[in-house]
């Protein structure tokens, strides 16, 4: 046994370990049969920009529950990803080098892509690192990889050929930033300042007020709605309005969807405003005018307006309104819209033909797929009911960009069949490998797919990725379904969802078991810290050159799971500090009295050692009960409690002068103290090792190594415990209920804790009246009490 140094400096200590477990391949995993698999399918962080303190926040958290797994005999599958493919990669590479997707070569930009997604990934990789995250490095994916391609694209070829992916020319949701087709997942709804129009349509010379925030689209309507029980329009359903401005006739049609408080209770439905136009056209077979293009212009067949920007059309055209005299009033409004997660812009629904994959017709099964996985918090399985049961698109799986999973399919020249690759060819680009079979037709002419697959339609693979790896490492275990997936709650709606789709169309089964949903952090009420907003105030490699990994890991563990936290430095470094030196001091107080420990004597212990050892007992089980169920907080805060409050406020004050004073107490005595503070210490080591690391592997291979034989404590396992000793635990709330009592007084009168008392009077059940006169010296040594007075129901005995 060594003695621990004065000062424990973590900055230096957590860079010698990191580098010893790398070296002693600690985390490796390593197939075996007589332990149960438990395996994390882990987020694979997006490469678009460095990380910040929300990622600390909840991949640590799951960077726990690895560690607590494994010390409770699992055999940790815990595998790391980097999504690096997609339309986020490519934002970072067009701000990083100025360089626009579509105005340089293809093969050039993606070659940017790939270079720059690297650089990221080690400085992701060196992070995770620097926090001691328990993974092995050799399990590493990212999605652009050969091994995700192969997978990405057996799938969409699986789907495809079972008809649940299939292609539509379709309108379809739209970012004319981006310029590229969306999926409803990556809606967001915005509030956004804009004015009602109040424009006049006519019908036989009367004039019937229609409102619309989207007057560029004039041109574009192919109807007016009422609702049927409207008594204003009865009469109207059926004809025919002129547009204004424009001239043309559009029908009137009954529509119960119409909002008869809404506006002037007639609407009018042009290609397309929204997702509600939409439905009309379809229902009613009404056509399908082209207005906005994918750039985000208006088409120029469209008169005066054409050429122009969707926003400029709108100002030029209700310029043209009032100077006609067709704009009646205008109202000030707000009110929310769709735009796309990415980049804010206004979503437009415009033609066009797209993969999808087939969802609508899978609520059931979605639903019922929720309901078998475990969700923690469980409050959080509502999101995602609430999310299937309203799902009003299919999944689009294709997006018009650049760097990302291509399509493994050509088309036909002449009759524009699709043809997909053989699975030997996978992964393939077919922009590069030309098709070499003959269509049904007789054509042997082909092009290929230039759009490539959404980044969910790979990442949503995650666990067939995994299973995969799992087997080139030679696990022959059932993979499926993992143990646990962790992630945000923002992304249930993707990555939770998607993954499930893909589970149950190629496994028929659940993805995971569990699934841990971690909260955000806050740089301030309610704004959530991230990436685009750039509110954190200190980056994580900052925070690690600043700070050891542990100070940070400890204030993560600090809240509930799923509930967004804020971030205060100040407040971290004041809380974890201040547990760190308390941790290392306490220990090495108590190492100094075991240097003479034996750890194969067995003394007879006195009922206050037995209270500790069964108060950590029951710790143990009460801190598993929590992270079982994820709840890292109350875990954290629960160890918490027997560390400051039983072991260091009060058994170690206790047993201080047994430990000193042998001669007063007998040897006997002072083996018991020694055997319950290495009991004790031991085990809350243990049960702060998957928060805090670094330390307790310090203290460990110091203090216990030589008489435990493992290297790391991280290869040692939690006590298991099923059930503790009640009645124990009761003498021990007594006898801590008595010394704060004894404290109060004191500090009251103000007077030392060392002072003399004349009488200390413990309330007391008559059972444990014998336990605490067995404990008598180590009372009268601890309070320095003259006298002992037990108040037994409503006697009084003096001693």
């Not at 007084?745 to 006169?773: A, N, V, W, Y």
Request: glycine share 6%; hydrophobic share 35%; with cysteine.
């Amino acid at each position: 046994m060594e003695e621990l140094e004065k000062r424990y400096e973590g900055l230096q200590a957590e860079k010698r370990l990191q580098a010893a477990w790398e070296q002693e391949q600690l985390y490796t995993y390593r197939p075996d049969p007589e332990k149960p698999v438990y395996s994390i399918d882990t987020p694979p962080p997006t490469v678009s920009g460095s990380l910040h303190i929300g990622h600390i926040f909840s991949y640590t958290q799951a960077e726990m529950i690895a560690r607590y797994r494994r010390m409770r005999g699992y055999n940790v599958f815990y595998p790391f990803g980097f999504d690096d493919n997609g339309l986020p990669s490519e934002r970072l590479v067009e701000k990083e080098t100025g360089i626009r997707a579509m105005e340089a070569p293809r093969s050039q930009f993606c070659a940017q892509c790939v270079e720059t997604t690297q650089k990221y990934e080690e400085e992701f990789k060196a992070l995770w690192k620097a926090l001691g995250f328990s993974c092995d490095w050799d399990l590493q994916y990212t999605t652009v990889s050969e091994k995700a391609q192969r997978v990405s694209q057996a799938s969409f070829i699986e789907l495809a050929k079972a008809g649940h992916a299939y292609m539509k020319e379709s309108p379809v949701l739209w970012c004319t930033e981006c310029r590229t087709s969306i999926a409803q997942a990556e809606l967001e709804s915005k509030d956004l300042d804009t004015q009602f129009c109040y424009l006049p349509f006519v019908s036989e010379g009367e004039t019937v007020e229609v409102a619309t925030t989207r007057p560029e689209l004039l041109y574009g309507v192919v109807a007016v709605f009422v609702h049927p029980k409207d008594p204003r329009y009865q009469k109207l359903i059926g004809k025919t309005v002129a547009v204004p401005l424009y001239g043309f006739e559009a029908p009137v049609l009954a529509d119960e969807k119409v909002g008869m408080d809404k506006g002037t209770g007639a609407v009018m439905c042009a290609t397309f405003g929204d997702s509600t136009d939409l439905e009309w056209v379809e229902s009613y077979g009404l056509p399908d005018k082209k207005i906005i293009l994918p750039d985000g212009h208006i088409a120029p067949e469209v008169p005066w307006i054409g050429g122009l920007s969707v926003r400029a059309a709108r100002k030029e055209i209700i310029r043209l309104l009032e100077e006609r005299g067709l704009l009646l009033k205008t109202e000030r409004l707000t009110h929310a819209v769709s735009v796309h997660e990415r980049c804010g812009t206004e979503v437009e629904i415009l033609p066009s033909r797209q993969w999808y994959i087939d969802v609508l017709s899978q609520k059931e099964a979605l639903l019922e797929a929720g309901e078998r996985i475990h969700w923690h918090p469980a409050a959080m399985k509502s999101r995602y009911r609430n999310w299937v049961v309203n799902l009003k698109w299919d999944w689009c799986i294709s997006r018009q960009r650049y760097f990302g999973v291509p399509f493994p399919v050509w088309y036909c020249e002449q009759c524009g069949k699709p043809h997909f690759a053989e699975p030997s060819q996978l992964p393939v680009n077919p922009m590069e490998i030309p098709y070499t079979g003959v269509c049904s037709c007789g054509s042997r002419a082909f092009i290929p797919e230039l759009a490539v697959l959404d980044t969910w339609a790979t990442s949503s693979m995650t666990p067939f990725i995994n299973q995969e790896t799992a087997w080139e490492k030679g696990e022959k275990k059932r993979f499926l379904p993992m143990g646990m997936r962790t992630q945000a709650h923002e992304i249930i709606r993707t990555w939770a969802f998607y993954t499930i789709v893909k589970s149950l169309y190629h496994a028929g089964e659940i993805p995971w078991k569990d699934i841990m949903i971690c909260g955000f952090v806050l740089a301030k009420p309610g704004e959530k810290i991230s990436k685009s907003k750039g509110n954190a105030r200190l980056t994580p490699q900052a925070l690690l050159e600043t700070y050891p990994a542990d100070m940070i890991r400890y204030w993560t563990a600090s809240a509930r799971l799923g509930t967004d936290t804020f971030f205060e430095p100040k407040e971290m470094e004041d809380a974890s500090k201040r547990f760190m030196t308390k941790l290392w001091n306490a220990s090495r107080f108590c190492l100094l009295h075991l240097a003479d420990f034996d750890p194969d004597r067995r003394p007879e212990l006195l009922p206050v050692d037995r209270w500790i050892i069964e108060r950590t007992r029951q710790t143990v089980l009460q801190a598993a009960r929590y992270l079982d169920a994820y709840e890292i907080g109350l875990a954290r805060h629960t160890i918490d409690g027997l560390f400051w409050n039983d072991l260091c406020d009060d058994y170690i004050e206790i047993v201080k002068e047994r430990l000193y004073q042998p001669e007063i107490h007998g040897e006997e005595g002072r083996a018991a103290a020694q055997y319950a503070i290495h009991f004790c210490l031991l085990n809350v080591l243990k049960l702060y090792a998957p928060f805090v690391p670094h330390i307790t592997e310090e203290i460990y291979r110091k203090g216990f190594r030589d008489w435990e034989g493992a290297s790391s404590i991280h290869l040692l396992l939690w006590e298991e415990v099923t059930e503790v000793d009640a009645d124990i635990l009761d003498f021990g709330r007594e006898f801590k209920a008595a010394l704060a009592k004894m404290r109060k007084f004191k500090t009251e009168r103000g007077l030392s804790m060392r002072e003399p008392l004349d009488c200390l009077e413990i309330q007391t059940s008559r059972s444990h009246k014998g336990l605490f006169e067995r404990n008598k010296k180590d009372l009268e040594a601890c309070t320095h009490a003259k006298e002992i007075r037990y108040q037994i129901s409503d006697e009084s005995i003096s001693e």
